[in-house]
């Protein structure tokens, strides 16, 4: 197309409302320092574009221009070009405006986006950080929890937004036009607030292609790659990590000991800062624990619990305080525990991890339903009643957080606790990774495919047996049949000849 033509054409759309394809799926990511931010957007021709900032709406006076990645060929419907700008050098705990432009060759604006705005971290780490936090969201309108979000965050109450897995059901899905509408929707809000995500099951399509593109999380290059879809990231007084539990699913285990001395090594350091920085909490999309009616993972049916062998000794033993779980159409608390024995049944300084599954923000499968009769370290779970609900999590100072799961239906407080602790650092005491005496904590746990093989082949051998014992017996019987048969057979013809 010629340049002169496609300027005319874009000048035509001066504002979102009156534009075919302005650059849209805006939102917004931490980058690697608290000083940055990271901008992305969507659009659907080859064309230069940047954020135009500042710190008053009228006056963007900063730029700074976008990297683009390209959709596979088979996302036909979805708009192929994703841009990834970062905003850097920023001021702590300060109000940016922005607004993403597209440019002629001339490096003109000839196209933009609406002004959008957001806060930078503060270094203040005497006051309370707020989070929302959930999982399982489809890319449906009518879901009541993206109306709620929206006013979540223009309350300007919270830092961040984490979305532990599962987008769009799925963000492939159509050809990537259900991903670019899962992306619209989440507009209104992640355009204003950092929306940090961690992968599910939901995202595998496509290699996670959709997913590792779509998004920019810190510390990982982009597109994200296959070996790296985990993170962490210091905000105040938390140490966040994002880990994948997709790796025990996926491409032959091959990254689970990748990202397993990963976290190893994140969370010996962060333990060795837990005086400036004294909470850790996980986030993963599968969990470790549920009480929910069904075969998944975490129900501990048949072979499974994959996610709970490869990483709860790890947690545990490098005193990870709390764990946030989804992937499970409910909601459901558990008390602190380890290796199914629960240590207390408070929240009082626990000496094992607590586990928060919230995964029901609403999605086109349901609710999963709860087993009738919950296991002893369940302490609240809801399914139906817990239908798009989210939670929020409160960092109030170095020993308490609270946790709230609230309906987003009739703004309903579904659940809430406090989390008490006094005394930060590993559950398990004097420990060491390194030498012959290492724990056993610090060594990757064996893969699962193998241990799945050997007891596949056991399986095999064992019903190789059973068959080979059953035709055996079964010979045994038919040839003890036939025996018996000749000799009542030829018995009446002897007492005939007896007869005669």
Not at 435 to 443: A, F, L, Q
Request: glycine letters at 6%.
């Amino acid at each position: 197309m010629d340049i002169q033509l496609l300027s005319i054409l874009l000048m035509l759309c001066i504002t979102d409302s009156l534009c075919l394809r302005c650059p849209e799926q805006i939102h917004l990511s931490f980058g690697d320092e608290h000083e940055t931010m990271v901008v992305m957007w969507s659009i659907d021709v080859q064309i230069q574009c940047q954020v135009e900032y500042g710190e008053s709406p009228d006056l963007l006076k900063y730029s700074a221009r976008s990297n683009v990645s390209e959709l596979p060929e088979w996302s036909s419907k979805a708009l192929k070009y994703i841009h990834k700008a970062e905003v850097k050098n920023l001021k702590a705990g300060t109000r940016y405006y922005y607004r993403v432009v597209a440019l002629d060759d001339t490096e003109h604006a000839v196209i933009g986006s609406s002004v959008h705005s957001f806060i930078t971290l503060t270094n203040n780490t005497g006051i309370p950080h707020k989070y929302l936090l959930y999982g399982d969201l489809g890319a449906n309108a009518d879901f009541p929890i993206y109306r709620k979000l929206e006013e979540e965050v223009a309350s300007n109450n919270y830092t961040a937004i984490w979305h532990v897995g599962d987008m769009a059901y799925d963000l492939t899905s159509d050809y990537g036009q259900t991903g670019d509408r899962f992306m619209q929707l989440i507009q209104p809000f992640a355009a204003n607030i950092s929306y940090m995500t961690s992968p599910g099951n939901h995202e595998i399509p496509g290699d996670f292609m959709h997913y590792r593109t779509r998004f920019s999380m810190p510390g990982i290059e982009w597109p994200m790659p296959l070996t790296k879809m985990w993170y962490s990231y210091d905000i105040g007084l938390v140490h966040f990590i994002s880990y994948s539990t997709e790796v025990y699913f996926n491409h032959n285990e091959d990254y689970v000991c990748t990202q397993f001395y990963w976290l190893l090594d994140d969370l010996i350091k962060a333990n060795q800062k837990r005086d400036k920085r004294p909470w850790i909490i996980a986030m993963g999309h599968r969990p470790m624990y549920c009480s929910n009616n069904n075969a998944d993972d975490c129900t501990s049916r048949f072979i499974s619990s994959w996610v709970k062998h490869g990483l709860e000794r790890l947690f545990h033993a490098q005193g990870v305080d709390l764990i946030i779980e989804a992937h499970e159409h409910s909601y459901e608390r558990l008390w602190p525990l380890y290796d199914e024995k629960v240590y207390a049944t408070s929240y009082d300084n626990p000496q094992a991890c607590v586990h928060v599954i919230s995964g029901a923000a609403g999605n086109l499968e349901g609710v999963d339903w709860m087993r009738r009769r919950p296991e002893a370290w369940s302490a609240f779970r809801e399914d139906k009643t817990s239908q798009y609900s989210y939670g929020r999590l409160t960092i109030q100072n170095h020993t308490h957080l609270s946790f709230e799961q609230v309906s987003a239906q009739d703004n309903s407080l579904r659940d809430k606790f406090w989390l008490v602790q006094n005394a930060h650092g590993p559950f398990i005491k004097n420990i060491t990774c390194e030498g012959p005496k290492r724990h056993e904590s610090c060594v990757c746990p064996p893969i699962n495919i193998y241990v799945f093989l050997i007891i596949v082949l056991a399986l095999g051998m064992l019903f190789v047996i059973v068959v080979s014992i059953i035709g055996c017996f079964c010979c045994w019987r038919r040839s003890r049949a036939l025996k018996f048969h000749g000799y009542v057979t030829l018995h009446p013809h002897n007492n005939i000849d007896h007869e005669h």
